[in-house]
């Protein structure tokens, strides 16, 4: 797959027109249309744009290794406030009690999860 045609499946994956995500990245439409057509290239400030403003991956949009998009920690507050504003009293509680662990607790919990997926892959 080339730089374009990734360029593209961002493009339809977040469900952009051409002038909304050439807008965001400052280019025209036909600019765009020739990119996502591999009848131009994708320049540096064009790759920088599109990572920044789509939260994509450098890397898998000029190798096309990796994953589509970075999850970035606003990404993830995001998350956790939909939880705790949510009804899911188990996960509101997963969220509190890892709030309650000090840094001793944190770290026997993850070398205990280490152990874990040793576990399960030896078992495999």
């Known amino acids: 797959m080339t730089q374009g045609e990734r360029v593209r499946e961002v493009r339809k994956n977040l469900g952009i027109t051409l002038d909304k ?11 765009l249309s020739s990119i996502e057509n591999g009848r131009s290239n994708l320049t540096d400030a064009n790759i920088k744009a599109i990572c920044r403003e789509f939260n994509v991956d450098y890397i898998w949009l ?9 999850d970035s920690d606003d990404d ?5 406030d939909r939880i705790m504003a949510g009804e899911d009293d188990a996960r509101k509680n997963i969220f509190k009690f890892m709030l309650s662990l000090n840094d001793d607790d944190i770290a026997a919990l993850g070398r205990i999860l280490d152990q874990m997926i040793e576990f399960f892959k030896e078992k495999d």
């Open 21 to 31: 995500f050439g807008e965001r990245i400052g280019i025209k439409k036909s600019a």
């Open 62 to 70: 000029t190798t096309g290794e990796g994953e589509m998009f970075v």
């Open 76 to 80: 993830f507050l995001e998350k956790i």
